[in-house]
Each structure stands twice: as C-alpha cells, then as structure tokens.
C-alpha cells in the first residue's frame, strides 16, 4: 500500500510540474526601440512572445496581435534571481544596430536567452 501512495505521488509532482512548464510557455515583449531578431527588425511596440519545446532548447515566435513577426531558436536558462520585471536584454552589433538577446519575466527565474547569447550579457530596458 506504501508503495501505491508513494507512486501516486511522484507522479501527481510530475503532472504539476508538466503543467507549470506548459503554463510559462508564453509572456509578454515591450520594446521602445528597433531591434533584430534573428534578421528581422521588430519596430517599437508591445508583443507576445511564445515557445515550444521542453527546454532547454526551445523555438521562440514573437508575434504581434496572431501574427507571426519574427522566430529564432532560444535556450532557458536559469536565474540566479527571480527577475523583478518584464525585460528585454540587447546586444550592440559592429553596425550601429541593437539585435535582441535574451528575455527576461517578471517573477520568473528563467529567462529566454536567444541565439547564443547568455543570461548575464547585454543592457536590460523595459
């Protein structure tokens, strides 16, 4: 009998952290300058964000109202903290122009870092 209870629980802990994984697969981007995204340049505005996959490597869409705008590969990395606001994370390139390397969610201690970029490059904007 301990050993029916002790299976049902592991798998109760499974299907709760299943279903959290699958409830942060999407968040909001705020932008208030251009910004690249794998080759796409995203004007400023607001946009959803959403990925697929069971991580660490995911496939990032950001779209605006049901349109796909820009997608690039992604990674989830872990926090040392959890962020204290919704932040967008950029890079310089050589150019002049700013490309989008990671994002981060407010209350969340991962964060999508896009392309090969790590969670503790770049300037963090709202």
Do not use: C
Not at 45 to 73: C, D, F, T
Not at 108 to 113: F, G
């Amino acid at each position: 009998m301990k050993l029916f209870k002790a299976s049902t629980l592991v798998l109760a802990s499974a299907l709760l952290l299943a279903s959290t994984a699958l409830a942060a697969s999407k968040g909001s981007l705020n932008i208030s300058e251009p910004v690249n995204v794998s080759g796409t340049q995203l004007a400023p505005g607001s946009y959803s964000v959403h990925w697929e996959g069971a991580g660490p490597n995911v496939e990032l869409k950001i779209m605006r109202g049901k349109q796909v705008v820009a997608s690039a590969p992604a990674r989830l990395v872990e926090l040392s903290n959890s962020a204290n606001n919704d932040a967008a994370v950029f890079k310089s390139n050589g150019d002049g122009s700013r490309s989008l390397s990671e994002i981060r969610f407010y209350g969340k201690k991962q964060a999508l870092a896009i392309g090969s970029e790590s969670a503790d490059s770049g300037n963090s904007t709202k």
